[in-house]
Structure formats: structure tokens, C-alpha cells
């Protein structure tokens, strides 16, 4: 006789069956995506484990769409729901005749369990909108995976499913898209989905993307990115990602704050996230994408990511009162990026940082003269400016000032932490200021962006790198070296490296003195000079710039040297030297 048991376990529970769908009681306030175990005192014939035998019925008594699998110990079968279950409701889970076990046993009675899921954290008293962008559609197929998957489909698909749990939880919802067919033009594509989310009144707004790298079929993972100004789409950003990690098993790219490039998250007046959920690129995850499983998990976990975040808006009716214009000097020749931000009066006097698109991208620094940039912020009617001073840049042929950039430790900007919390600002500070005690021993002139722990200033990433850069700038400095150090998930990865300004002759000159100091004085795994044009330092200091990763701090060894006073000092005097060779002393 096959028999059936029933007990809890920490993240799936078993039902017991001992007569004919015996009422077992109600197991309440089970999680949306809870997957039940049943056990039996023996293993079963996985060609008997069926949906017609074991199923989840609401309480119309219609069929929930689950998954079932086998156990490993093949005594045990795991129902898990496809998508998720909705908050407040009733359901059975019901196992038939039939199951049978190796030895062709019959199951000695049917069961059945009554459970009903959480409430909703959804207050109807004040309901809030949430706006789900599918990305791309209509003759923009977006990324396409190597079997022909387009991205457009999978976009939308997770977009419907994500919004039907979340209206299923009493949220209100609007769509970008909620088919192929839409009425722009892929070159004017974000503003039309702007006006839906603002006209709608959005309080968050999700869009939703798969990644690609056409170069690199390795890459893999999902992703979500927000805004740096934005505290509540970091923490929504956050609540989806952890559950796409978890519900997908994707490898975790972490959060990650918007780049230029990622305008659909500045258009839209609410708190704006955007999920990348796997690339498209791999051929594997590129497959995965397009299943129905994949996209159901994804659904889910974004659906609850959104519900889980919602009591952390704020209802308050805050309205922008001005804007004041943005005054930027930079030097004739510079490289410099337009902010993806401005700070914004509001109606209480406080002040907020809010995003802004730009009508130009451009910046043209190649001659002198005062020039406006005009943007626009979303739920601001007024113009929005910035004036953009470009002068003579100064001679620093017999400039003696260096800049030493201890990274990281400026408000938001904290740097990674490594072993046994070895946190990165602190390495990079204790590093600078030896530097700069060396090149004053020997009569240079140092500035520094930091000589102490700034993590309680509040300032953006953006605006702690703009400082550094006009620290320098302001200094006239003749070189910029900023200190990094580096890690990664993988503890194998070793070695000191540095990057410069490709383009620049006096900073690969610069890079590759430090570099080589390093290696000898230190004897750190030599990781090469790399590109670093990309960095906002190099690109937004007037001097010749470099930023050198001394090592990394989830390596064993590297840390063990990076957490000593005597290796600092070592790492120090390398820099130092490398400084002082290119400044001839």
C-alpha cells in the first residue's frame, strides 16, 4: 500500500491524508510563490506523477497552473504555482487516485489540503499606479537571440503577466504597449511613454528589457537599474531584483545606478526602474527567455518586488516650484557630460534632486564662449538650463600641484567591501595620504578630494565624482591620480592594474610608471595598463589623469597585503615614484 504523509518543513510543506479528501484545517498566511512537498513511504513511478492527479483549484474551483517534480529522494513530489498565487484567497491542493508507487501500489486514499495565501500590503484607501513599460514593438524587435526570439515579445509578454498579478492585488496599472501595435516611430520612442505614465499619473514606472552583448555570447544574468537621486527606486530596484534572482536562479548582476544611455528611467515623474532580465546573447539564457516558465517566474518576481515597495511611497502632494539655472566653467578641449540630474525647489522650500533629459547631447567644448543647454523635468512645466562657461585652458607646463584621489568615502559613493569587511575607502584613504606625504616630503605641491571619511555628506555618486574632478580642475593640477581597489564574486581574480586616458600621451607616460612601481615595489600580479577613457574622472579633469586598482579585496592574498599598514606604505611609495620619475625629481 502506497501511503501519503504531510509535515512542514522550513520552505515547503507536506499534507497528510489519512481518509477520503478529509478536511486537514486551513494552513493560512502562505507566501504568493510557497511550493508545497508531498512525501510517500516509498518511490513512485514518475510516469503516474500527472496533473490530472495532483493540482491547486481556487475557490471557483478552477485549476492553477503549477509545476510538478519529482524529488530527488523519488519518495517525494514538488508542486510548485507557475506564476504566483494572489494575495487574501483560498485554495485546495489536491492529490487524486492513481499515483502509484515503483512497485505499482496504489495511493491508499486521496487528499486533500486547504490553505489561503497573505494579505495584500495594498492600501485601497490610497491606491497607487503603477506604469509597466514593454520595451520596444512594432518594426522594433529590439535584441534577438540567436534562435530568432525577439525581444519585443518577451517584453510584453512579462509586462501583461505583471500587470495582471499586480491588478489582481488591487493596484492600479497602465500600460506603454499591451500589444505590437504602437503608434511611434522607433526614433521617437520614449517620449510617447512618458506622457502615458504622467498623464496616468504614475507613482513607479517599470519597463522592462532583455540585455545583449553582440560581442561576448558569455555574458549572462538579469539586472535592474534606477536613478542615483532616487532612494525609493533603489529600494524598488533592489525588492525586484532579489526576487528575479531568486525565482529565475539567473547569476545576480546586481543593481546598478541608470547611465547616460538609460533615458526611460528620466521621463517619467514617479520613482522608474529598468529590469534587464537575461541576455539575449547567450544562446542558452537567450532559449530560456522565451519559455513560458522563465516568463511567469520573472512576472511573479517583479509583480511582488512592485507590492512589496509599495508602502514606501510617499503620498505627500509635493509639487516642483523652480528649478534654478545650472552654472558649469570647464576648460577649452575638456571632456565634459551634460548631469542627469538637477536640484529642483519644492513646494515646501526643500530642495530634491530631480532627473532631466536634455534636448541636446552633445557638448561642444572646442572654443571659448558661454553657451545654454536647455532640458526638460518631468511634472515641471518651466525650462529647465544650464550654462555651460568654456575658457582658455591654463598653461601647467611648470605646474608642480598634484591631485591624489583617495576613491570612494564621499556620501552614497562607499566603494566595495571585501574580506573580513575590509572596506574599500578606507584602504584608498590610508594610500592617498601616504602618497601625498611622500610628494611633500620631496617639495610637489599636493590637493587631495578627501583627507578624511565623508560617507555622511549627502551627495550622489555623480555629484562626489563631479567634486573631485573640480578639485583638480580648480587646482590647476598637473596630473590626477585616483586609487582604487578592486573586486569581484570570483576570489581567484588577483593583480594590480591601471587605467589611463588612451589618448592622452602624458597619461599613459604617468599610468605606466605607477603601474611598474607597483609590480616591482609591491609584487602584486601585474593586470597591464587598461582603457579608462570611460571613467567620469579622466573624462571631466583638465590635467593628464590615471586611476590605478591596487588590488583586489575578495582575493585572499591581495586583501591580506591591502588591510597592512607596512604593504600600504609600500603601495605608496610605488605610486609616489612613478609620480616623481614623470615630474622629473
Same mark, same amino acid.
Request: proline share 2%.
Given at each position: 500500500?502506497?501511503?501519503?504523509? /504531510?509535515?512542514? /518543513?522550513?520552505?515547503?510543506n507536506v499534507v497528510h491524508a489519512d481518509g477520503v479528501y478529509n478536511d486537514k484545517g486551513t494552513k493560512t498566511n502562505i507566501e504568493l510563490d510557497k511550493s508545497w512537498t508531498i512525501r510517500f513511504n516509498q518511490k513512485l513511478d514518475k510516469n503516474t506523477i500527472d496533473s490530472s492527479l495532483i493540482m491547486v483549484t481556487d475557490e471557483s474551483g478552477q485549476q492553477i497552473p503549477v509545476d510538478l517534480k519529482l524529488g530527488s529522494d523519488?519518495?517525494?513530489?514538488?508542486?510548485?504555482?507557475?506564476?504566483?498565487? !494572489?494575495?487574501?484567497?483560498?485554495?485546495d491542493l489536491v492529490i487524486k487516485d492513481g499515483i502509484k508507487g515503483i512497485n505499482k501500489s496504489n495511493l491508499a486514499k486521496p487528499a486533500k489540503m486547504k490553505f489561503s495565501t497573505k494579505s495584500s500590503t495594498v492600501n485601497n484607501d490610497q491606491k497607487l499606479t503603477?506604469?509597466?513599460?514593454?520595451?520596444?514593438?512594432?518594426?522594433?524587435?529590439?535584441?534577438?537571440?540567436?534562435?530568432?526570439?525577439?525581444?519585443?515579445?518577451?517584453?510584453?509578454?512579462?509586462?501583461?503577466?505583471?500587470?495582471?498579478?499586480?491588478?489582481?492585488?488591487?493596484?492600479?496599472?497602465?500600460?506603454?504597449?499591451?500589444?505590437?501595435?504602437?503608434?511611434?516611430?522607433?526614433?521617437?520612442?520614449?517620449?510617447?511613454?512618458?506622457?502615458?505614465?504622467?498623464?496616468?499619473?504614475?507613482?513607479?514606472?517599470?519597463?522592462? =528589457?532583455?540585455?545583449?552583448?553582440?560581442?561576448?555570447?558569455?555574458?549572462?544574468?538579469?539586472?535592474?537599474?534606477?536613478?542615483?537621486?532616487?532612494?525609493?527606486?533603489?529600494?524598488?530596484?533592489?525588492?525586484?531584483?532579489?526576487?528575479?534572482?531568486?525565482?529565475?536562479?539567473?547569476?545576480?548582476?546586481?543593481?546598478?545606478?541608470?547611465?547616460?544611455? =538609460?533615458?526611460?528611467?528620466?521621463?517619467?515623474?514617479?520613482?522608474?526602474?529598468?529590469?534587464?532580465?537575461?541576455?539575449?546573447?547567450?544562446?542558452?539564457?537567450?532559449?530560456?527567455?522565451?519559455?513560458?516558465?522563465?516568463?511567469?517566474?520573472?512576472?511573479?518576481?517583479?509583480?511582488?518586488?512592485?507590492?512589496?515597495?509599495?508602502?514606501?511611497?510617499?503620498?505627500?502632494?509635493?509639487?516642483?516650484?523652480?528649478?534654478?539655472?545650472?552654472?558649469?566653467?570647464?576648460?577649452?578641449?575638456?571632456?565634459?557630460?551634460?548631469?542627469?540630474?538637477?536640484?529642483?525647489?519644492?513646494?515646501?522650500?526643500?530642495?530634491?534632486?530631480?532627473?532631466?533629459?536634455?534636448?541636446?547631447?552633445?557638448? *561642444?567644448?572646442?572654443?571659448?564662449?558661454?553657451?545654454?543647454?536647455?532640458?526638460?523635468?518631468?511634472?515641471?512645466?518651466?525650462?529647465?538650463?544650464?550654462?555651460?562657461?568654456?575658457?582658455?585652458?591654463? *598653461?601647467?607646463?611648470?605646474?608642480?600641484?598634484?591631485?591624489?584621489?583617495?576613491? =570612494?568615502?564621499?556620501?552614497? *559613493?562607499?566603494?566595495?567591501?571585501?574580506?573580513?569587511?575590509?572596506?574599500?575607502?578606507?584602504?584608498?584613504?590610508?594610500?592617498?595620504?601616504?602618497?601625498?606625504?611622500?610628494?611633500?616630503?620631496?617639495?610637489?605641491?599636493?590637493?587631495?578630494?578627501?583627507?578624511?571619511?565623508?560617507?555622511?555628506?549627502?551627495?550622489?555618486?555623480?555629484?562626489?565624482?563631479?567634486?573631485?574632478?573640480?578639485?583638480?580642475?580648480?587646482?590647476?593640477?598637473?596630473?590626477?591620480?585616483?586609487? =582604487?581597489?578592486?573586486?569581484?564574486?570570483?576570489?581567484?581574480?588577483?593583480?594590480?592594474? !591601471?587605467?589611463?586616458?588612451?589618448?592622452?600621451?602624458?597619461?599613459?607616460?604617468?599610468? !605606466?610608471?605607477?603601474?611598474?612601481?607597483?609590480?616591482?615595489?609591491?609584487? !602584486?600580479?601585474?593586470?597591464?595598463?587598461?582603457?579608462?577613457?570611460?571613467?567620469?574622472?579622466?573624462?571631466?579633469?583638465?590635467?593628464?589623469?590615471?586611476?590605478?586598482?591596487?588590488?583586489?579585496?575578495?582575493?585572499?592574498?591581495?586583501?591580506?597585503?591591502?588591510?597592512?599598514?607596512?604593504?600600504?606604505?609600500?603601495?605608496?611609495?610605488?605610486?609616489?615614484?612613478?609620480?616623481?620619475?614623470?615630474?622629473?625629481?
Amino acid at each position: 500500500m502506497l501511503l501519503l504523509i /504531510f509535515s512542514f /518543513f522550513i520552505k515547503a510543506n507536506v499534507v497528510h491524508a489519512d481518509g477520503v479528501y478529509n478536511d486537514k484545517g486551513t494552513k493560512t498566511n502562505i507566501e504568493l510563490d510557497k511550493s508545497w512537498t508531498i512525501r510517500f513511504n516509498q518511490k513512485l513511478d514518475k510516469n503516474t506523477i500527472d496533473s490530472s492527479l495532483i493540482m491547486v483549484t481556487d475557490e471557483s474551483g478552477q485549476q492553477i497552473p503549477v509545476d510538478l517534480k519529482l524529488g530527488s529522494d523519488e519518495s517525494s513530489i514538488i508542486v510548485s504555482p507557475k506564476g504566483q498565487y !494572489t494575495y487574501g484567497k483560498n485554495y485546495d491542493l489536491v492529490i487524486k487516485d492513481g499515483i502509484k508507487g515503483i512497485n505499482k501500489s496504489n495511493l491508499a486514499k486521496p487528499a486533500k489540503m486547504k490553505f489561503s495565501t497573505k494579505s495584500s500590503t495594498v492600501n485601497n484607501d490610497q491606491k497607487l499606479t503603477v506604469c509597466i513599460d514593454a520595451g520596444h514593438g512594432g518594426n522594433d524587435s529590439g535584441n534577438v537571440s540567436v534562435s530568432g526570439i525577439k525581444e519585443k515579445d518577451v517584453d510584453l509578454s512579462v509586462a501583461l503577466k505583471v500587470g495582471k498579478i499586480l491588478q489582481d492585488n488591487g493596484v492600479n496599472v497602465i500600460y506603454t504597449r499591451q500589444s505590437d501595435s504602437i503608434t511611434w516611430s522607433k526614433d521617437n520612442d520614449l517620449k510617447p511613454r512618458f506622457d502615458i505614465a504622467n498623464n496616468g499619473k504614475a507613482d513607479f514606472f517599470v519597463s522592462i =528589457h532583455c540585455n545583449s552583448v553582440p560581442n561576448n555570447s558569455s555574458a549572462n544574468g538579469v539586472e535592474t537599474y534606477y536613478n542615483d537621486s532616487d532612494a525609493i527606486g533603489q529600494k524598488l530596484a533592489q525588492a525586484i531584483q532579489d526576487g528575479l534572482v531568486k525565482d529565475t536562479g539567473l547569476t545576480n548582476r546586481g543593481i546598478k545606478v541608470g547611465l547616460a544611455q =538609460h533615458e526611460i528611467l528620466r521621463g517619467a515623474s514617479g520613482n522608474a526602474v529598468m529590469v534587464q532580465l537575461g541576455f539575449m546573447s547567450n544562446q542558452q539564457e537567450g532559449d530560456l527567455l522565451g519559455t513560458s516558465d522563465f516568463q511567469n517566474k520573472s512576472a511573479s518576481a517583479i509583480a511582488n518586488g512592485i507590492i512589496k515597495s509599495l508602502s514606501l511611497k510617499n503620498q505627500s502632494n509635493l509639487k516642483i516650484s523652480s528649478i534654478a539655472d545650472t552654472p558649469v566653467s570647464v576648460a577649452v578641449g575638456s571632456n565634459y557630460t551634460l548631469p542627469l540630474a538637477v536640484t529642483a525647489t519644492m513646494s515646501d522650500g526643500s530642495t530634491k534632486k530631480v532627473n532631466v533629459i536634455w534636448d541636446s547631447k552633445d557638448v *561642444d567644448t572646442s572654443k571659448e564662449g558661454t553657451f545654454t543647454y536647455k532640458g526638460t523635468v518631468a511634472g515641471y512645466s518651466g525650462s529647465v538650463s544650464l550654462i555651460l562657461t568654456v575658457f582658455s585652458k591654463p *598653461d601647467t607646463s611648470d605646474n608642480n600641484v598634484v591631485c591624489i584621489d583617495p576613491g =570612494h568615502g564621499i556620501g552614497k *559613493d562607499t566603494g566595495a567591501t571585501g574580506i573580513s569587511g575590509l572596506q574599500e575607502d578606507d584602504v584608498t584613504l590610508s594610500v592617498g595620504l601616504k602618497v601625498g606625504k611622500i610628494l611633500e616630503d620631496r617639495g610637489v605641491k599636493v590637493v587631495y578630494t578627501r583627507t578624511e571619511d565623508q560617507r555622511s555628506v549627502p551627495m550622489s555618486v555623480t555629484e562626489s565624482l563631479q567634486k573631485r574632478c573640480d578639485i583638480s580642475n580648480n587646482a590647476n593640477a598637473k596630473y590626477f591620480v585616483s586609487i =582604487h581597489c578592486n573586486s569581484f564574486e570570483v576570489d581567484s581574480a588577483n593583480g594590480t592594474e !591601471t587605467l589611463r586616458n588612451e589618448s592622452n600621451s602624458e597619461s599613459e607616460r604617468l599610468a !605606466t610608471a605607477i603601474q611598474k612601481n607597483i609590480i616591482s615595489g609591491v609584487g !602584486t600580479y601585474n593586470r597591464g595598463l587598461k582603457d579608462g577613457n570611460w571613467l567620469y574622472v579622466v573624462k571631466n579633469t583638465n590635467s593628464p589623469a590615471v586611476l590605478t586598482e591596487l588590488g583586489f579585496l575578495t582575493n585572499p592574498n591581495d586583501a591580506e597585503k591591502l588591510a597592512s599598514d607596512s604593504y600600504r606604505q609600500k603601495y605608496a611609495e610605488a605610486i609616489a615614484n612613478g609620480i616623481l620619475e614623470c615630474l622629473g625629481k
